[in-house]
C-alpha cells in the first residue's frame, strides 16, 4: 500500500528536471528543507513564492515561502543571478544545495545554483506590498490573493490541524491498535448535516458526528455570524445526564486546542502576538481550569444584580442576549461556562422536558466563552413518545413528524447531542476579533465577493 | 491530554448504574466485546438493539446490536428472563459476564444477569420483519430506520472508513513521525467546496483538498446521479503533466479501497456477497491492474470500430455517453481507464490549451470505472495569462473573472487538480447498483424523503 507521501516522491522524482551533476535534485517543501538537521550540501529543488528580495553588493538573498509553515527558506545566491524578475510575490523554482545557515536566523539555507521564475509578479498591480503589515480588514477586500499573506497563511494552518483534530478526537485511527484491556469504541459516523438526521443515525450507531458546511439566511453584518459556516455535530445514544454530555463537550475544546498548539506553535504564536495580544494567556486560563456550571436561573439572578446596566433587562423567560453572555462570562473569571436547564418556551420542540415547576424548563445546555459569547449549544433529547406526541400536536406539527416519532415508537434510547460553530471555536482559541477573517471564503449578508 | 475513548470510558464508569457485586460492570461495545479474547467472565454493561429472539425452554439467545460492528453479540439468559417486551427492534441494556461461547459461530458470549428494555418497538407496526431479507428497494422508503438493518449498516460504516481514509491520504496524521531522510511534506487544506477557489488556494499551498457536499440542480432519475453529493477535490501546484496527475488520482482510488478491505472486511464481504455477487473479483481485478490511458481521439476510433450500434453515433468533437464510456471500460478488459485531451470546445475555459492542431484539444482527463462509468474529472490548468484572457474574451467574461486572472498576473504557476464523485465511489468498490443506497438521506429531482 502507497500512502499519497511516498507517491508524490514517486511523481517528483519522475517529473524532476534532469540535473547538471547527474544527480537528481530532490523535490522538498520549505517545511522539509527548514526541517533537515545537520545539512550537509544536499541537492534539493524547492517551489514556492517570494517573500523577501535583499540584493548586497555580492550576494543575493531570497525567502521562498510555499505554504507549508509560516517560515520561509533563505536562499543564497550569487548577485549574477540578480534580476527585476526576482520580485516580491512572483513564483520560483530554485535548485541547490542544502546548508548550514552562518546565521543564527536559521539552521538552514539553500546554496542557489540555479533560479527559475515561473511566475512574475508585478508589484505596482499587486496589492500587498513588500515589508508592510496590512491590517486583516485591507486583506478582506482580497480573498483570492490574501492566502498569501503570513497572517491568512497562519489562520488556515491552525484551521486545517483543527479540523484534522476534530476528525481524531471522534474517529481515532485505525492504525493505532487499542490494547486489548481497553476494549472500549468509538464507532463514529459522517452524514449529511443536521441534528434530527444525526439522530436518525444514532437508533443505530451509538456515537454519531457530522462536519461540514451549514447555511443560515442570517440577516447579520456582525463580528460572529457567517451565511455559510462550518458545524461540527456530535449525538449519542444511551446517554442520560447533560453532565456526560458537557465532558464530551470540554474534551473537543480542549483536546483540539492542545492539538492544534502543539502541531502548530508558530502560527498559533503569530496570531495571538500580532492580532490578539494576551490571547495566549487567556487561552491557558481556558484550558488549565474547569468549565462552570450555572443554571439558566441562576445566570438570570445573576444578570439582576449586576450593577451594569443592560440594553435588555434580564428576566426569567427571556433569551439570553450578547451582553448577558459577556456579562456571565465575565463573571465566572473569563472561564468558559455552561448554562444549563432553559425554559421550555425558549427551546425546539425535540429538547428533553425536565418535568419540574413553576417555571418548566428543558434539559438544555449552551456554552459561553471568553471574546465569543455562544460557542456550543446541546441537549437531551425527548426519548419519550408521548411528551413529543403532546408536544408536536400542540405545534401542529404532528403530521409532518411522523418518521421522527417513529425514532421513538421503536425502540427509543435516552440521548442526546451538540452543535460547535468551528469558525467561532477558532477565533475563541486564536482571538481574531472577526469571524470573517477565520474562513477562506466568507459568504454573508448581501456579500459573496468570491 | 485526554482523547474521546479514555473520556468516553471515563463518564461511561461514572454514569453507569450501583451493581450488585460491588465492582462496577464497565460499558463495552458490542465491537469492544466480541474483540475479548479468552473471556473470562469480565462484568460488562452492553447496550443495543435486539436482533434477533430465541425463545428455548430453559434458555433465551438474544442479539444485540449497537452499529460499532455488523456482528451481534450474543445474549445467553435464563428462561425467567424472557418477556414480550424482548422483541425485534427493541432497545435494551444487559449486564453480565462475558464467557467464552460453547457455540464455534462466536468466541465469546454474555451471560446475562440483568436485561433491562429501554424502549420498546411493536412488531406489527415496524416495517422491517424479523429475519427477512428485505430488498434495497423496499428500505430506501423508510430513510429514517434503514441504518437499523445490516446492509445499510454495513454500507455506512464502509462510507464512513473511507471518509477517514481519503482524509488521511492527503493529510496523514501528525502524530506519524516522518523518518528523517524523507522530508516531502504535504501541507493540505480544507477549504469551501469548488475548484476555482481550490486554485486560490494553491497560489499559496501547494497541495490542497475540500471533501463536502455539493449541490447539483440536475433533473435526472439516473442511478448514478443526486441533487446532493459529496466530492473530493485536490490541486497541486508546480504540477506540470496529466501523467503526474493521474498518479495522485490512481493512488487516492487504490488507497482508500486498501484501507476499507483491511479495515472493514466483513461490511464489504457483506455487500460484494448479497448484493453484488462477482464484485469481489472484479475489485481485485481493479486494484492489482495499472489503470489504462487512451486519448479522447482514440477513445473515439475504438468506438467507431465497435460492432456495437450505440444511440448516440460517435465522432470526434461530441461528448461520451455512457453507452460510450462503459463500451470502453469493457473493451479496456474491466479496468478503470483514463481518457485525456479533449475537444477544446467540449470542455470548460479554464482548462489547459495543448495548442495542438487542427483538432485543437486540452489537457483535461476523465476517468472511466466499470459498473459507474465517469468517476473523476480533472485537468491541467490554464496557467498563461494570455491564454486565459483570449478565452475569457471570447466568452464575454472577462470582466466577472479579474480575480481569477489575478492568480495568473501574480505569481502564477503550473497546476492541475480533480474531483472524485465520492457516492460512485462507493458504488464502485462495493457494487451497489443505485447511488441512493450509500448516502444516508438522498436527496434528488422532487424528493426530499427527509
Chains 1, 2 share one sequence.
Request: glycine letters at 6%; charged letters at 25%.
Amino acid at each position: 500500500m502507497f500512502g499519497a507521501r511516498c507517491l508524490l516522491r514517486a511523481l517528483r522524482s519522475c517529473s524532476s528536471a534532469p540535473c547538471p551533476r547527474h544527480r537528481p535534485a530532490a523535490r522538498v517543501s520549505v517545511r522539509g528543507a527548514l526541517g533537515v538537521q545537520n545539512a550537509n550540501g544536499e541537492r534539493v529543488t524547492v517551489q514556492g513564492w517570494i517573500r523577501s528580495v535583499r540584493s548586497q553588493k555580492e550576494v543575493l538573498f531570497l525567502h521562498v515561502n510555499d505554504g507549508s509553515s509560516l517560515e520561509s527558506l533563505q536562499v543564497v545566491a550569487d548577485s549574477s543571478f540578480d534580476s527585476r524578475e526576482l520580485a516580491f510575490g512572483s513564483s520560483v523554482e530554485v535548485q541547490g544545495q542544502l546548508v548550514k545557515s552562518p546565521s543564527k536566523k536559521q539552521n538552514v539555507e539553500l546554496k542557489a545554483e540555479k533560479i527559475e521564475v515561473v511566475g512574475n509578479c508585478d508589484a505596482k498591480a499587486f496589492p500587498f506590498k513588500y515589508k508592510e503589515r496590512h491590517p486583516l480588514e485591507y486583506l478582506r477586500q482580497y480573498p483570492h490573493l490574501r492566502c498569501r499573506t503570513n497572517i491568512l497563511g497562519s489562520i488556515l494552518r491552525v484551521r486545517s490541524e483543527a479540523t484534522a483534530a476534530i476528525h481524531s478526537f471522534f474517529k481515532p485511527s485505525s492504525k493505532i491498535k487499542v490494547p486489548e484491556e481497553n476494549f472500549f469504541n468509538i464507532p463514529v459516523f459522517l452524514t449529511v448535516s443536521g441534528q434530527l438526521h444525526l439522530e436518525v443515525m444514532s437508533g443505530a450507531f451509538t456515537q454519531v458526528f457530522t462536519f461540514g458546511p451549514t447555511f443560515r439566511a442570517e440577516n447579520s453584518q456582525s463580528r460572529r455570524h457567517l451565511a455559510e459556516f462550518y458545524m461540527v455535530e456530535a449525538e449519542i445514544s444511551f446517554l442520560e445526564s447533560l453532565q456526560d454530555l458537557m465532558q464530551v463537550m470540554e474534551s473537543l475544546f480542549k483536546t483540539t486546542a492542545m492539538t492544534v498548539l502543539s502541531n502548530c506553535p508558530k502560527d498559533v504564536e503569530l496570531c495571538h502576538k500580532f492580532i490578539a495580544p494576551g490571547q495566549k494567556d487567556r487561552l491557558e486560563h481556558m484550558l488549565k481550569n474547569n468549565f462552570l456550571i450555572i443554571s439558566y436561573t441562576e445566570a438570570v439572578e445573576i444578570l439582576k444584580q449586576a450593577s451594569q446596566n443592560f440594553t435588555f433587562t434580564p428576566e426569567w423567560g427571556a433569551d439570553l442576549h450578547t451582553e448577558h453572555e459577556k456579562y456571565l462570562v465575565k463573571h465566572c473569571g473569563d472561564i468558559p461556562v455552561f448554562v444549563i436547564n432553559y425554559p421550555r418556551a425558549l427551546k425546539p420542540f425535540y429538547m428533553r422536558d425536565n418535568e419540574d415547576g413553576p417555571q418548566h424548563t428543558v434539559a438544555a445546555v449552551d456554552l459561553l466563552v471568553p471574546g465569543v459569547g455562544e460557542l456550543f449549544g446541546g441537549s437531551l433529547r425527548e426519548e419519550r413518545c408521548h411528551f413529543l406526541e403532546q408536544r408536536l400536536a400542540r405545534l401542529g406539527l404532528t403530521e409532518a413528524y411522523q418518521w421522527y416519532l417513529d425514532l421513538r415508537r421503536f425502540g427509543s434510547v435516552p440521548h442526546g447531542g451538540f452543535g460547535m460553530g468551528f469558525e467561532r471555536y477558532l477565533q475563541c482559541i486564536l482571538g481574531i476579533d472577526n469571524i470573517k477573517d477565520v474562513i477562506p471564503f466568507p459568504r454573508f449578508t448581501h456579500s459573496c465577493l468570491l
